[in-house]
């Protein structure tokens, strides 16, 4: 992706192969940010898809300085926009619950970046934030990895800071207790 | 506990930006449907709202306008010609126990004792009495000879209030009132609309039919000079009277030359017109437009400063060479072939005035220095870029303020309009000093500008 903002600014003009290249660099991206708040991989997916409908609608918006960082700046930008339109899924069902497994097929533990070990144990620490409910799994997903603040959170999705920061305790002693049940089984 | 959760924090952290997910189930064409299905929804393109701001320019312009212009007009009808009341020696009367010395000024008389007011003369052969004045006329001139002689007062010189269409009637109303027969018309004035001067001869037969009938005073409008309403006319009680008369118009006529030429002080107005401006001598697509407020004083009748304050749109087209790529935030690998440029900006000129001539309608020039104020800059360009060629649009606001970047020239002819107002016709041109706006370019500008102002005495 060299020269981004120029293709950027294509994109802005509706240029079609840079929307489709910025599409296809930024796809596993994206997805890996939404299937952490959407249970289902297909619902992930589509999520990811209206994502992009939305980036390339308001990317004109998208505007940096800093010249030297416009990737780093480009993907905190998409970023945020992924987890609005994930968020705004997660309140499609009414934060509900959702049961069923996880299909082997969604993982790529051949990833080759991974060692294997650090390949399962991800998909394994990604699993147990999936099993948290709906509320704890988004405020923890939004506070512990993708780094906004409880003010944020809580106007994201519309409660109180004391409620944020509540839902995160909570989520943490749960994965806490699910990291422990895990070391017991393998043990 | 924290450190634990902070190990953790950290741990899902990693997990969660590296976790290995499937991620081959891409579908461009479902996003690629959908951007196309919205493209579908948009609205049909409206006028830009930048044209209506330009009327909103355009009616806060005419504000200040119609304001000097009403009050202007206002003032100006306060004021009257300055008349002289010549006292007429009568023929057969005993001589005046006190007469004024010759020039000297004393207060009008009272209303009541003025027969026939300045300027009222149209209507009065719908007057009952003059209805009846008109029936004896024919006595009258058997009375009065001369009475053509009068009437033909009328070529050029008896201007009734500045309305020549009107002074034949006035005059043919003064005459008859003159040859009225039998009714002594003693301490009356007689006054007459319109000037004397360069007819002293028909004035002074105008002088005589005055006497014949026995009027008292004539008043004769002073040719050219003005006086603020209410104050007294020279009367002119010793022969010669027309001398006289020349002495008193030419002294008030100085009086106002003299004012006229310490004319100093401050003037404001509005301008704006059309403006049209280009990168390097290239070529101009669209005109862009100024307008705003001016405010200047006047050192002496030839030179005066001036500054203005303008909320001026350019638009410019340029060759993507004389575009600064790196103040515009554009990558170096970008190759942009054209740009069409506008930008707002408040434009603050300061300049030295020159007048040719030291009368209200003259031709001027002017030079001084013009400093912009960025609000906006936008730019529509073609661009190529990794072996893509695209059209981009970009948008700066507040993008830099430069101070003193322009020198302008202009040069025009002002003239008087009504009262203390004066329109300008101002040819300009803008030479770069500086570069400006966010791509750095030499802008030159040129057009006209029209602008109304009022001078504050």
């Known amino acids: 992706m060299d020269n981004l903002l120029n293709i950027i600014d294509a994109c802005a003009n509706n240029n079609s192969a840079c929307q489709k290249l910025v599409y296809e660099h930024y796809y596993g991206y994206a997805l890996k940010i939404v ?8 619902k992930a997916v589509d999520v990811v898809n209206d994502g992009f409908v939305k980036v390339f609608r308001n990317i004109n918006r998208f505007v940096t300085d800093d010249i030297e960082h416009v990737e780093r700046r480009f993907m905190g930008w998409m970023k945020k926009i992924m987890i609005n339109v994930a968020i705004d899924e997660l309140r499609r069902n009414n934060m509900l619950a959702e049961i069923g497994g996880i299909p082997e097929h969604v993982w790529n533990v051949s990833d080759r970046s991974l060692s294997p070990d650090q390949a399962l144990l991800y998909k394994e620490l990604i699993s147990l934030i999936k099993q948290l409910p709906p509320a704890y799994r988004a405020v923890f997903n939004m506070v512990v990895i993708d780094g906004l603040t409880h003010h944020e959170v809580a106007g994201l999705l519309d409660i109180s800071v004391g409620t944020s920061k509540s839902n995160l305790s909570r989520a943490r ?12 089984s393998v043990i | 506990m924290k450190y634990i959760d902070n190990d953790m924090d950290e741990l899902f952290n990693k ?20 951007l196309q299905e919205d493209k579908g929804d948009l609205p049909p393109p409206q006028a830009p709202k930048n044209f209506n701001r330009y009327y909103l320019l355009l009616f806060l312009m005419i504000l200040p306008m119609l304001y000097i212009i009403i009050n202007n007009r206002y003032q100006y009808t306060q004021k009257d010609n300055v008349s002289a009341t010549i006292i007429i020696p009568p023929a057969e009367q005993a001589p005046n126990p ?6 000297s000024i004393r207060p009008r008389p009272a209303e009541a004792d003025i027969a026939t007011p300045l300027g009222s003369t149209n209507n009065d052969a719908e007057r009952p009495d003059k209805q009846d004045e008109a029936k004896s006329t024919g006595a009258a001139r058997q009375v009065l000879p001369n009475r053509q002689s009068v009437t033909s007062l009328s070529t050029g010189e008896y201007s009734n209030n500045n309305r020549p269409v009107e002074k034949n009637v006035a005059l043919a109303a003064r005459s008859d009132e003159l040859v009225k027969s039998g009714e002594p018309v003693k301490n009356k004035i007689f006054t007459v609309t319109g000037s004397y001067q360069n ?11 005055a006497q014949t009938a026995q009027y008292s ?3 004769v409008p002073l040719a050219g000079v003005t006086q603020p309403f209410g104050k007294p006319a020279a009367i002119i009680s010793e022969p010669p009277v027309f001398k006289a008369l020349h002495d008193a118009a030419d002294l008030l006529t100085a009086k106002q030359k003299s004012k006229a030429l310490q004319r100093r002080g401050f003037y404001y107005g509005v301008k704006g017109g059309p403006d049209f401006s280009s990168i390097k001598g290239q070529q101009v697509k669209q ?5 705003g407020i001016l405010a200047g004083y006047k050192l002496n009748n030839r030179w005066s400063i001036e500054l203005a304050g303008l909320w001026s749109n350019k638009k410019y087209y340029t060759d993507g060479k004389y575009f600064d790529k790196s103040s515009a935030y554009m990558p170096s690998t970008v190759q942009i072939y054209y740009l069409d440029g506008s930008c707002d900006m408040i434009e603050l000129p300061i300049s030295v005035m020159y007048r040719f001539s030291e009368r209200a309608n003259t031709f001027f020039v002017s030079a001084g220095l013009n400093s912009y104020f960025m609000k906006k800059e936008s730019y529509d360009y073609l661009a190529q870029a990794g072996g893509v060629e695209y059209r981009g649009y970009r948008k700066y606001k507040n993008s830099g303020n430069h101070i003193f970047s322009n020198m302008q020239l202009s040069g025009g002819y002002q003239f008087k309009i009504l009262g203390n107002i004066n329109l300008r016709i101002e040819p300009y041109v803008q030479v770069p000093v500086q570069k400006v706006g966010i791509g750095n370019m030499p802008i030159t500008s040129m057009g006209v500008h029209l602008g109304i102002f009022r001078n504050i005495r």
């Open chain 1, 35 to 42: 299937f952490r708040y959407v249970y289902r991989y297909e």
């Open chain 1, 173 to 184: 002693v749960l994965l806490q207790k699910h990291i422990k049940d895990l070391e017991a």
């Open chain 2, 15 to 34: 997990a969660g930006q590296d976790y290995p997910l499937n991620t081959d189930h891409k579908n461009w064409d479902a996003v690629y449907k959908a």
């Open chain 2, 98 to 103: 006190n007469p004024l010395p010759a020039g």
């Open chain 2, 199 to 209: 007819n002293s001869e028909r004035l002074k037969t105008l002088v005589q039919d």
């Open chain 2, 217 to 219: 005073y004539l008043t």
């Open chain 2, 287 to 291: 005109a862009g437009a100024a307008a």
